[in-house]
Every structure is written in C-alpha cells, then in structure tokens.
C-alpha cells in the first residue's frame, strides 16, 4: 500500500506559509494529524477483526507482536469503537444497566445486570416482557443468586470482563447478520443481539438468573428468530451424508480454503472460535496475569 506522494505533502506546506519555521512548524502538525489518522485505521480494523471473533493472539500474530502486546494497546480503543456501533436504545439500556449496578453498590456492571437493563426499552424488552420476566424479578433473583444489595454509590462501575465480552459478542452477532460485508460505520447492534448472548449463554449470570426465573429459553430464541441470525445449518441431500460443512456450528461463518474446519462429535469449529475459546480458558485459568 502506497503512501501520500512525498512531492504532494511538500506542496501542500509550501502553499500554507513562505516562512521556512513556518513551514516547519506545518510539517510537525502534519506528522502529527497523519500519526492520529494512522492509529484510527488501525484501531477500526483491529475492531472489524474483534467482531468477526478474531482472537488477540490471532490480531498478535498477524501484527508481529504478542497477545498481551496486542490488547495492552487496543483494547481500550477498540472498546470505545465497538460503542460506536450501538444502536441508540441499547446504548440507553447499557446506562440502565449501570444505574442497576451502581444501586446494588456492585463494583462492577455484570452480565445480570445487562438483562435488567435491557427491559428499558427496545425489541428485548418486548421480547422479555412476552416471556414473563420484569426487572423486579430480575433484581430479585440476582440477589438470591449472588447476594442482597449493598448501599448505593455515587460513582459508575465499570463494565465486567464478562459484560464486555457479552457487548463484543453481541456486535460479531449483529455482524453475522449484516448483508453488507463493510458495515463497520453504522449503528447495527441491538438490544435484540445482546439478549441472544446473554440467553444463550449457559455460564453467563444473566443466564443463571433466567433459569431461576423459569424462564423458557428456547421461547426466547423463537421471539428472537426474526430479529437475529443464529447459526445456520446446512441441509442435507437425501440419501448422502453431508460430510463437508459449509459452516462453523459456533459463528456460522463458512469454511472456505483458508478458514478450515475441525469436526467434534456432531459439531464442527474454525480456527477463530478455536483461538477465543483457548483465550477464554486461559483467562480464567487461576493466576491468569494478563486479565
């Protein structure tokens, strides 16, 4: 990939001022603005590659540097782009979400949160309402699941490294989904792509609070049908057996002749989902360090 011609960049400051510290003090200035612009492409590709479900050690490997190095350095950033991407009711649900943790006086917004908060407003909370969960329950069950609350604070808490991963899967969701293979600058997830995280998740506490609700799951996933594209399976011909999937059984992205697939008893897994699957398991193995 070339760079700005050398010869355009000299005519432009030559054309801005005469005076040679003038001239030089223009060029630091543009140093300075290409720099900005240089780590905000790297910042929206880095983001591309998160919702896709890239690991970090994949984005690593292909930046030459380590995991830690690679999420040391964006992730912050790439968490503040991902943002960018929600739709304006999930975004007003996610501050709900932390007016319930704060009030809890949690030191942090987790995943149980998220669900209280996404009876706000917006398709999940229709969806939530249909099935029979309220906030009160919500509330009230994640307190007998994970203690009664504490005295309200004054200041936000920050998201959980669980509620982040939610929101980051909640956007490769709303990516699978998008016809358009560059969508990266609309607002394209919903509070209906974060409820299928959070529901489907069998691990995640907003899960665990559904079960104790009684809560249909699977009445959930038929509401969510229409709004969200789940993982899609291939037919089958009749009279043979498929033995060459088309998709990933975890983000439904297909195999093609660089992205291989590696088939488990009924399931099959592409390298991506294999390397955010050993990166989950490596940080919640104890002593973990670079959590």
């Known amino acids: 990939m070339e760079g700005i011609p050398f010869d355009q960049l000299l005519a432009r400051i030559r054309a801005e001022a ?18 900005r ?4 492409v790297m910042d929206h590709f880095v983001g591309q590659a998160r919702a896709a479900g890239l690991s970090w050690t994949s984005i ?5 540097v380590s995991k830690q190095a690679a999420r040391q350095r964006f992730a912050d950033r790439v968490e503040q782009v991902l943002m960018t991407q929600l739709r304006p009711r999930l975004r007003s649900c996610l ?6 943790a704060r009030d809890d006086g949690s030191a942090e917004v987790g995943t149980q949160h998220l669900l209280a908060g996404l009876l706000a407003e917006g398709v999940a909370a229709a969806v939530l309402d249909r099935t029979g969960v309220t906030a009160d329950a919500v509330r009230q069950s994640s307190h007998r699941l994970y203690g009664s609350s504490q005295p309200a604070g004054d200041a936000v808490p920050p998201m959980s490294d669980d ?3 939610a929101i980051d899967a909640a956007t490769h969701q709303a990516v699978l989904g998008c016809p358009d293979e560059s969508p990266w600058s609309e607002e394209l997830v919903g509070t209906e792509h974060l409820l299928a995280v959070l529901a489907l998740d069998p691990g995640s506490r907003a899960r665990r609070v559904l079960n104790d609700l009684g809560t249909d799951i699977a009445a959930i996933k038929k509401e969510l049908d229409c709004h969200v594209t789940f993982n899609p399976r291939r037919r089958r011909g009749r009279g043979r057996k498929d033995r060459s999937p088309a998709v990933c059984s975890f983000c439904g992205r297909p195999r093609t002749a660089a992205r291989r697939l590696v088939a488990g ?4 897994i592409c390298g991506a989902c294999i390397g955010i699957a050993a990166e989950a398991l490596a940080s919640s193995a104890p002593g973990a360090a670079d959590r």
């Open 163 to 165: 509620a982040i991963r």
């Open 265 to 268: 008893p009924g399931v099959f």
């Open 95 to 100: 501050a709900q979400a932390e007016r319930e």
């Open 60 to 64: 690593g490997d292909r930046m030459g």
């Open 37 to 40: 612009q240089a780590d905000q």
């Open 18 to 35: 005469e005076d040679p510290l003038d001239r030089l003090e223009r060029a630091v200035a543009l140093r300075e603005t290409l720099a």
